[in-house]
DNA sequence: GCAAAACGTTAACAAAAGATAAGGAAATGG
DNA sequence: CCATTTCCTTATCTTTTGTTAACGTTTTGC
């Protein structure tokens, strides 16, 4: 863990404020359950097998969330700047996770362990906003995933495809098209394909 | 709306205890803020175009999510007894729903409408065991919607049927195969020739 | 700066899924 | 109870995707 700047403090704090806005004196209170870690490229933050400890928010940087199915590494979500990253049901439930998180890049990350939330929901100055940041987190997620998820009932890999050229400028610059084409459900091959036949209409 | 009876009160207080374990008075206030509603079969619950003002909580019966895409639907979710059933992403924002919520059979629901809920945040009596309530409804269906997507990516339609057969007798037992076979992301002959294709194995 | 690895495209073939239609069984609703 | 609708399967044909491998380009890591 390194030390945390003021700066770095700040942008956090910044990130936070559509989930919660603390005045001085919880901020001050807040901080101390914080820790900044810097992760190298392809370093872990989360691995198969084991507890996720921790949720981290990206102040610089991007990860990568896959599985390992057959050998192989199947790319499954991204968090970038601003967004939160963990394996969330490990983190939540304590199981064992069934993914791996690494970084794609130097990566900074404010971290909070889940031994340092439970402490903060115990304290009394800080529960009651530490259960509605953790409520609206929750819920921004859960619409994300929902849409998600409705993408792959409703829509072909291409119209998939299409979607993301509107709203995934971040997916599409940042990632190598094969981490896209796991992101879509496809393979690369497939991916490429789908590429030629848009430009060919 | 219909008249609350204690059984049913009862039946809810029960659903509810994962989430939230109210003592008597705060569950005295709390029912003020709820209603129940009875639907017929094939009764709306939630419709495209339209704010999803209520998140409900099934007492008896089934709900059916589908999108209509090319004039035909597309059954995405259920949920059942002791389930909640929301266009969440509707419901938590306003935005109007992309999606319809239908009954599949009379069933019962406990609601509880966008203007409740805020007001029961609202209120210094509830507002802390509200917040999580809300944040262990969101985290526990952020679970669920995480697990699912992630079977869109790492999975083969034929894997997620065998999974299913583990894992959700609920939906294959009461759901007709058409609606199975759109909840999996495939086409009702597809999951035809899967299900011989495993039989024949 | 150079060798190795990673990446995207393309081709060829196999496997799976979508579309459409037809037939029969089962459920449903007067 | 009977006519209608709903549902599942099967067949045929088309489209798409998966698999594997090859090739050239770009990036990466000493």
New interface residues.
Partial sequence: MDALTQAQLEAFRKGLEPYAVFNEAEWIVFTQYISLQNFKKKQLFAEEGKVCQYVGFVLKGSVRYY?I?DGAE?T?YFSFENDFASS??SF??GDTA??YIEALEPTQMMLISKKNLDQMLANPML??KI??F??LI??H???C??????S???QTPEERYLKLLETGRDILKRMPQHYVA??L?ITPVSLSRIRKRILTV
Avoid: M, P, Q
């Avoid at 995933?145 to 409705?150: A, G, K, V």
């Fill in positions: 599985h199915k199947i499954n969330y049901k939540l439930t069934v993914n529960a009651y259960e509605r953790g409520r929750a819920e997620y859960l619409i995933c929902e849409d998600r998820l409705s792959f009932v409703t796991n992101y459900g």
